[in-house]
């Protein structure tokens, strides 16, 4: 029970006493109740100063009034009367002290009596409960307690088991009124750590026993994990928590780094100290825990942590992708930055044409180390696709670590039919880099030679209109040169180029015919078609009279009908026509009508 609670009920409910509270007189301090070897009790106080408005006494004393009771909640009866004002200290040698006895004191002025002390017994007093006690870290546990119940609690002596695994020896004495103590010497990474506490009154006296309901004592868990040569699993086994018998309710196990957000992966039975953790496929270590929930759902205890490794581990210590960039030829090639000063002998190249993360083994890389640190991919069709890579390094157990990404960009050209040629482009896209902007390269010597003729300086526009009105190249190739800055987590910054694959196009010729034409005229007198982008493998053009008659044949543009017949004048009228012309790109263009020869 609180007595410093039940005084202040019993001043306000005024219990049946020989007294008179008055809130002027000030209230003894009851400090100490020592139960001696000979059975007697030996009680002490202070006459306190006048606080809060209330006096001392001075020459109206009367006495002080010594009350006890052999119950907590009374009734309390009057031991003695003292009325010399100097006296702090009596001898109870009348009690049964075999059992605790409770005192307070009161003191009278001019008949007053003052507000009661607050209860001592003299009993030990009572230890506090422990909560729980948790790993901090491999040097520190911490220990959370309720108070104690004894009014006459000063503080609280932590003990902590020895070394021989048994004893329990004073650690440390908390004097201050926090509920929870770290225990900065201990050692929780070697092995569990115990803990009981006891509670000492203002006489210093604590309980004979490191207190009577603390007869066993809270235990933190301590993790152990073990795991062999390239395997993934990791062998779990902790001892238990002592402390809270069948109000455990279950263990967690839990992961990260320490400091940063955990992870559970499992819940675990009370009754099970053991598990199996497998390490996730992108991971060659980590953090684990133990966690111990109590069945009120809020309390909890850590164990130490442990942060476990793949024992074969010999990767680079970083590995990113700087640069992919497609030849003249269509191959891609690749350049990374590594590590080197670890074993690296293994690297893959993986690539992909659907996103980042959906990559297929393509090659070993031969010399990972080499000073280039570049790998030239020619099984590729850069032309028509778009590709993903990284670089994979492979350790002596075949455990995957893959470096940061890069994708090439693909060019596609077309002719529009307006004298104009429409380029798109996939943007270029690396990690940690950022694209600053896109060169637009052209050919009209069917790629011999190449002349900037744009910088598009907004990195998110991927296309491109080329007005070529007036231009009489037969061909036009493109292709697209990305610049973009680079920050790597190893410190490199470097500004860089990547450059597309080249797309060729022939436009496509387009043919106009007259209706109508004079041969006797000047000008309009020979019958032709009249060719925009005159390129063409095969061409045929075939004229006939009303009765089906060929009047006229010709395999070449620039030959055309010049209104004869048989080397004779043709007669005026209508006559029908027929060509056909194949392109050098292998487009086939027909036209058939008829054209009116005037004289």
Known sequence: MNWNHFIRLLTCICLCAPFVATAQIAVPDLQCANTQADGTVSLSWDNTEGTNGSIICGSAFDNFTIYVADNGNGPYEVLTTITNAGQTTYIDNTSDASNPLFYFVTMTCSGNESAPSGVVSSGLPEPPTITNVTVLDDTKTQITFLES????????????????????LPHDTIFDANLFYIDEKANPGEGPEAYKLATFDECFLAGSEVGRTNVFPH???????????????????????????S????????????????????????????????????????????????????????????????????????????????????????????????????????????????????????DPRGATMTHLDTRVEANKFSYYYRIQHADECDRKRNSSYVRTMLLRARDQFNQTNGLTWTPFEISYGTVINYIIYRSEDNGLSYSPILTIEDPNSTTFQDDVTGSAANSYCYYIEANYSISLPDGTQETLTSNSNQACIQP????????????????????KPKILNNNYQSYAMTIVNRWGDTVFQSDAPDIGWDGTFKNKVAQQGVYGYYLKMVTEAGYTIERKGTVMLIR
């Open 508 to 527: 496509v010729a387009r043919v106009f015919l007259p209706n109508a034409f004079t041969p006797t005229a000047a000008g309009n007198n020979v019958f």
């Open 219 to 245: 235990e933190t868990m301590h993790l152990t994990v073990q795991n062999s040569d390239c395997e993934s699993e990791f062998n779990l086994s902790w001892t238990p928590y002592v402390g809270w018998d």
């Open 247 to 366: 109000e455990l309710l279950e263990y967690e196990i839990v992961v990260g780094e320490v400091g940063a957000s955990l992870e559970s992966v499992a819940t675990i039975p009370a009754t099970q100290t053991s598990f199996t953790y497998v390490l996730p496929d992108d991971l060659s270590s980590d953090c684990i825990r133990v966690v111990a929930r109590h069945r009120d759902n809020i309390t909890f205890s850590t164990s130490n942590t442990v942060c476990a490794s793949l024992v074969s581990t010999n990767g680079p210590d970083y590995l990113y992708v700087t640069n992919a960039t497609v030849n003249a030829d269509n191959e891609v090639e690749i350049s990374w930055n590594m590590d080197i000063s670890n074993n690296v002998t293994n690297l893959n190249l993986i690539r992909g044409s659907q996103d980042s993360t959906n990559l297929a083994f393509i090659n070993t890389i031969d």
């Open 149 to 168: 119940e004894s009014s006459d609690a000063a503080g609280y002596i932590v003990y902590r088991r020895a070394d021989d695994g048994i004893s329990m």
